[in-house]
């Protein structure tokens, strides 16, 4: 009797510790909204789209050049109205490496407001 009530408590617990991880899921961020991306790190990148919501891309690796004010990105089977992928692969083209490729590890919605959006002195 002891072992079943201690394995009730046991999912409860841990379906009780999922359940805000299992909430958030991943952000649906299109390729037709997208407006404009600014890399945090190697491994990030804030994107706004037209409603200007903030999400962050995390790569599964660094992607090489991103940081390089003079990057571009090019996704290759995006689609418009496809929400951006986990494992979409992403080519960064940067004047120092070239071109160099990465994948999408998980899209993450942010608050609308980041710091160095829209601020003004």
């Known amino acids: 009797m002891k072992t079943r009530f201690a394995a009730v408590v046991g999912v409860l617990i841990g379906v009780a510790a999922a359940t ?3 909430a958030q899921g991943q952000a649906c961020l299109q390729r037709n909204r ?12 804030d994107v706004t789209d037209l409603n200007r919501h903030h999400y962050t891309v995390t790569m599964n690796s660094a992607c090489r050049g991103v940081t390089d004010p003079r990057a571009h990105l090019i996704f290759h089977i ?11 692969i992403v080519t960064v083209v940067s004047p120092e490496f070239g071109h160099t490729q ?3 590890a998980g899209v993450h919605a942010n608050l609308p407001f980041n710091f160095g959006y829209g601020t003004s002195g």
């Open 20 to 22: 805000p991880v299992l």
């Open 34 to 45: 997208m407006q404009s991306w600014k890399p945090i790190n190697e491994y990030a990148f």
């Open 78 to 88: 995006w689609l418009s109205l496809q929400c951006l992928p986990t494992g979409e």
């Open 102 to 104: 990465c994948s999408v």
